[in-house]
């Protein structure tokens, strides 16, 4: 990740500030979340300067206030338990967003980055993969951390596409999918009872008998719009 001393970044649980202080370092301003407080007090007690400082839960942020019309640049090491629910909120807010660049679990990277008829792939491979371009950079092992985890952590960049859904069609597609994915071991022909049949899913040109996991991304967006239309 490159840095200009004029770039908006926002980090995202500064923590002890490990990440914090070599961003100061590089940038005129940095604004960080971060929900604890007792971690809070402790980077306010370091006085540092340009260093903005807001405590609430990053998944009520408005990103869209603090970007202030300028493309922000989201940083991080997230938190396990809000990596995904995160992510989703960046679909939201992604026509603000420069880039991303956050460590999560590296199962969830794996999924992030998943194609169609492998295990991984899911419901926020069709979504994140709909709005960004995503790029695994490398892993963090275990022993990188104290105390170390049970499970293996990877970093991840997500760029914004040129051509992402729109808001609308972001919201289409969330509901098409959690229709979809309802249960994976099913067809769609049963995931999608009650809201398509198999004419409906056969001019669509989708096997009634195939299974979301199967599906490319067209064929998604396809199915979302026709759902979001009935």
């Known amino acids: ?101 956050v460590m999560l679990q590296k199962e969830v990277v794996d999924r992030l980055d998943a194609q169609p008829n492998t295990r991984a792939f899911g419901r926020i491979s069709v979504l994140m993969q709909s709005v960004f371009n995503i790029q695994p950079l490398f892993k963090v092992p275990p022993r990188s951390f104290d105390p170390a985890p049970k499970v293996e952590s990877a970093v991840v960049r997500l760029t914004p596409l040129e051509n992402a859904l729109g808001r609308d069609e972001i919201k289409a597609l969330e509901n098409c999918t959690r229709i979809a994915f309802a249960n994976k071991r099913k067809t769609l022909r049963n995931n999608l009872k009650g809201h398509l049949d198999d004419a409906s899913l056969e001019k669509l040109g989708i096997n009634p008998q195939a299974r979301a996991e199967t599906l490319e991304l067209t064929a998604f967006h396809c199915l979302a719009k026709h759902l979001s239309e009935t």
């Open 1 to 101: 990740m490159r840095l200009k001393s004029d770039d908006k970044v926002v980090e995202v649980g500064p923590g002890l500030g490990a990440l914090t202080l070599p961003l100061l370092a590089q940038l005129e301003k940095l604004h960080v979340i971060e929900i604890d407080r007792d971690l809070i007090q402790r980077l306010e007690t370091q006085q540092l300067e340009n260093l903005t400082i807001q405590s609430a839960d990053v998944l009520k942020v408005d990103f869209e206030q603090i970007a202030a019309g300028k493309p922000l640049r989201i940083v991080g090491n997230l938190p396990y338990n809000i990596g995904t629910p995160l992510l989703i909120r960046l679909l939201d807010i992604h026509p603000v967003l420069k880039d991303v660049h």
